[in-house]
């Protein structure tokens, strides 16, 4: 890494394409990292945690190397049973409703992808929200098979 907050590729090729499929988010570079955006409000941050500086993460042993973490919304009533059984996962030290993820080889893809849909409902306007939501229902195997009959 060349610098601090640089974000591995393989990180990037897995996250890219789920913030993608978010109605209107776009990616920026962050003050450290990057981040996905609907309108000003951020979705996603993920960065390379710099243990020099005072970030909030886990202090989970890595293979010598940095974590890689992801900061992302989630609805209050579900922060403690995301976070309450610990690593990966783990409460930010800022706003009421803010998780994070240590992300690396451990991590469960498909689960990130439906955490970033849940905190993209968060912070979206309702009707873009609403948008997804109808996209995600009409997507369901058993949708298209009702659709049918």
Not at 55 to 74: K, N
Not at 75 to 91: H, K, Q, V
Not at 137 to 146: E, H
Request: some cysteine.
């Amino acid at each position: 890494m060349s610098a601090p907050g640089d974000v591995r590729p393989e990180i990037l090729d897995r996250l890219r394409p789920i913030c993608r499929g978010l109605p209107e988010a776009y990616e920026e570079p962050a003050w450290i990292g990057v981040r996905w955006r609907i309108r000003k409000r951020t979705i996603a941050h993920v960065y390379t945690a710099d243990p020099t500086r005072s970030l909030y993460y886990p202090r989970h042993p890595s293979a010598g190397e940095p974590p890689t973490v992801m900061t992302f919304r989630v609805p209050a009533e579900d922060l403690l049973g995301l976070t309450g059984n610990g690593f990966p996962f783990f409460r930010a030290g800022w706003g009421g409703n803010v998780a994070g993820v240590v992300l690396g080889d451990h991590t469960d893809w498909t689960e990130i992808a439906e955490l970033l849909t849940d905190s993209y409902g968060e912070m979206a306007p309702k009707f873009l929200a609403a948008r997804l939501a109808e996209t995600a229902r009409l997507s369901r195997p058993d949708a298209a098979q009702a659709q049918v009959s």
